[in-house]
């Protein structure tokens, strides 16, 4: 008798417990479910802006007060336009460090420590940098990044380029400062790929105020033309020509013609139409050994040249004849001359004409 009524005491107590610890549990819970309301509310009044799809992660929620975070938007991530300059960046950084065996497949994961910024660099510039090869270390790779950047930036501000990354951005695997960087690279070193053109995205830019996230959609244009870009290093006196008077176009059309034809006439050739005659490189070719009074080996380049690369490397090397005669590398690029960018294949025979105008 005694056991049972112990057995039932200790039944009450545990049920007693029990419903203790389960009102507890569900006062939690609505605490929990009253926060969260409270979080989701803060975060509606506090990101007005955001875009549908646009995921604010907790590490940018705790920042510092005044600072700020750019991200970007999902839907700029997958724009074609967008997916296609990543991919031709990544194809070149690979092309150029080939040598180094260093394979590029994601541009966030792969620069961000900045080892192959600056083996990059180191190609292009033919600079050694000063810095240790390899750092695990946070603090090892910011100091890497900061004089890889401070090398960039000094060869690239004099030329007009708005510096759009820091240590912190491309060090946080900013996508849009890492990209804005290598197309500020690729277009100073004339890199020998077509990037495309009119490239924007959107970024969500979060900022601390007050204790309180403001949040704004800025549109980033990543390129703008060809011709704009290259715009950005020293002009020559084809642009101001073609700025200030472009109704003359046409008589500079005509005077490089007139230029062209006293040299290829030797060789029974004839130019009437400047874009497109010269755009399979073949022309170019002859008219700089015809200048320079030499004869070109036909074995050094595609005399009726039928894909687009053979044409590309008959205006390339035509290039090189140019700069081995003591001109400077040409501006354009040879994939310009290709597509028949009229522009680019003036400036090219423009140069020749300037510096061969006096030749019989």
Same mark, same amino acid.
């Given at each position: ?6 057995? +039932? ?8 417990? @029990? ?38 992660? =907790?590490?940018?929620? &705790? !920042? ?7 991200? !970007?938007? =999902? ?16 194809? $070149?950084?690979?092309?150029? !460090? ?21 083996? @990059? ?13 390899? %750092? ?24 007009? $380029?708005?510096?759009? $990354? ?8 900013? @996508? ?5 960087? &290598?197309?500020? &690279? ?5 890199? =020998? ?25 800025? +549109?980033?244009?990543?390129?703008? %033309?060809?011709?704009?870009? @290259? ?9 101001? !020509? ?11 059309? +005509? ?22 005659q010269f755009s399979d490189g073949v022309y170019l070719v002859l008219l700089m050994g015809l200048l320079e009074d030499y004869f070109v080996p036909l074995y050094n380049f595609f005399l009726t040249p039928e894909s687009f690369e053979q044409k590309v490397h008959n205006v390339a090397f035509a290039f090189e004849l140019m700069q081995d005669g003591g001109l400077k590398k040409p501006k354009a690029r040879p994939e310009d001359v290709v597509n028949l960018n009229l522009k680019s294949t003036l400036r090219v025979l423009y140069n020749l004409f300037t510096n061969y105008k006096?030749?019989?």
């Amino acid at each position: 008798m005694s056991g049972s009524t112990s057995a +039932t005491a200790k039944m009450k107590k545990d049920e007693s417990f @029990l419903g203790k610890l389960g009102g507890t549990l569900v006062r939690k819970k609505k605490a929990k479910e009253v926060s969260d309301l409270h979080e989701e509310g803060k975060n509606a009044i506090n990101a007005p802006m955001l875009p549908t799809g646009t995921d604010i992660h =907790p590490e940018d929620t &705790l !920042l510092e007060e005044n600072a700020e975070r750019i991200m !970007l938007d =999902p839907t700029s991530r997958e724009n074609l336009k967008f997916k296609d300059l990543v991919k031709v960046l990544i194809d $070149w950084i690979n092309s150029e !460090l080939e040598e180094e065996r260093i394979i590029v497949k994601d541009l966030e994961e792969d620069c961000y420590d900045g080892q192959v910024l600056q083996k @990059l660099f180191e190609k292009l510039s033919g600079r050694k940098l000063n810095v240790a090869e390899v %750092t695990q270390s946070e603090i090892g790779q910011k100091q890497k990044l900061q004089t890889v950047l401070e090398a960039v930036n000094e060869l690239l501000r004099p030329h007009g $380029w708005t510096i759009e $990354w820091s240590v912190d951005s491309i060090h946080s695997k900013n @996508l849009v400062a890492i990209v804005y960087l &290598l197309v500020a &690279l690729a277009m100073h070193f004339q890199a =020998p790929i077509r990037l495309p053109e009119h490239v924007s995205v959107q970024v969500v830019v979060v900022k601390k105020r007050e204790g309180i996230l403001q949040t704004a959609v800025v +549109t980033k244009e990543l390129t703008s %033309t060809t011709e704009m870009m @290259l715009g950005r290093f020293e002009r020559d006196a084809f642009d101001t !020509l073609l700025d200030h008077a472009p109704d003359k176009l046409n008589v500079v059309k +005509t005077s490089l013609i007139t230029f062209v034809n006293k040299h290829l006439n030797k060789l029974n050739l004839e130019v009437t139409e400047l874009e497109s005659q010269f755009s399979d490189g073949v022309y170019l070719v002859l008219l700089m050994g015809l200048l320079e009074d030499y004869f070109v080996p036909l074995y050094n380049f595609f005399l009726t040249p039928e894909s687009f690369e053979q044409k590309v490397h008959n205006v390339a090397f035509a290039f090189e004849l140019m700069q081995d005669g003591g001109l400077k590398k040409p501006k354009a690029r040879p994939e310009d001359v290709v597509n028949l960018n009229l522009k680019s294949t003036l400036r090219v025979l423009y140069n020749l004409f300037t510096n061969y105008k006096n030749s019989e």
